[in-house]
């Protein structure tokens, strides 16, 4: 069973910082919803690259996004990411995107690496090392 993030320490993760634009805002002047997903998959991407996994061809399988508040532009947005499990080719992410300190999105994802085929690739023992450098640990005594 997978644990729901507050039980997830994040005090290891990948941060990512980033630029909020005009063009991510809708007519209601927040971040539009879909900006949230870009914002995810950049840190997603400098994760993989500050491992030495820059070149891994990978699709997602999966995202699952729960909205905690609004973001406005001219916050500051931040992304901590971590590892939650590795399979035979593939991996998970929980995210937290944080504005000015207070998490506003959690989300889960998938990533499958596949091979030229575009089918699924089983993942190399370097490729699981690296990964497991951001691999969070489940906090004890954490409510459910």
């Given at each position: 069973?997978?644990?729901?993030?507050?039980?997830?320490?994040?005090?290891?993760?990948?941060w990512?910082?980033?630029?909020?634009?005009?063009?991510?805002?809708?007519?209601?002047?927040?971040?539009?919803?879909?900006?949230?997903?870009?914002?995810?998959?950049?840190?997603?991407?400098?994760?993989?690259?500050?491992?030495?996994?820059?070149?891994?061809?990978?699709?997602?399988?999966?995202?699952?996004?729960?909205?905690?508040?609004?973001?406005?532009?001219?916050?500051?947005?931040?992304?901590?990411?971590?590892?939650?499990?590795?399979?035979?080719?593939?991996?998970?992410?929980?995210?937290?995107?944080?504005?000015?300190?207070?998490?506003a999105?959690?989300?889960?994802?998938?990533?499958?690496?596949?091979?030229?085929?575009?089918?699924p690739?089983?993942?190399?023992?370097?490729?699981?090392?690296?990964?497991?450098?951001?691999?969070?640990?489940?906090?004890?005594?954490?409510?459910?």
């Amino acid at each position: 069973m997978t644990p729901p993030l507050a039980a997830l320490d994040f005090s290891g993760a990948h941060w990512c910082d980033i630029q909020l634009r005009f063009s991510d805002t809708d007519q209601m002047g927040h971040i539009n919803n879909a900006a949230y997903a870009v914002f995810l998959e950049s840190a997603r991407l400098a994760l993989t690259a500050s491992v030495g996994l820059s070149g891994l061809k990978v699709v997602l399988a999966r995202l699952e996004l729960d909205y905690r508040r609004e973001v406005k532009l001219g916050q500051q947005v931040q992304v901590a990411t971590v590892v939650t499990g590795l399979g035979g080719s593939s991996w998970s992410y929980a995210s937290r995107i944080l504005a000015d300190g207070e998490v506003a999105l959690e989300a889960r994802s998938v990533q499958v690496q596949v091979g030229p085929d575009m089918r699924p690739r089983p993942l190399s023992e370097s490729t699981r090392t690296a990964l497991s450098t951001y691999l969070a640990r489940e906090l004890t005594g954490a409510a459910p």
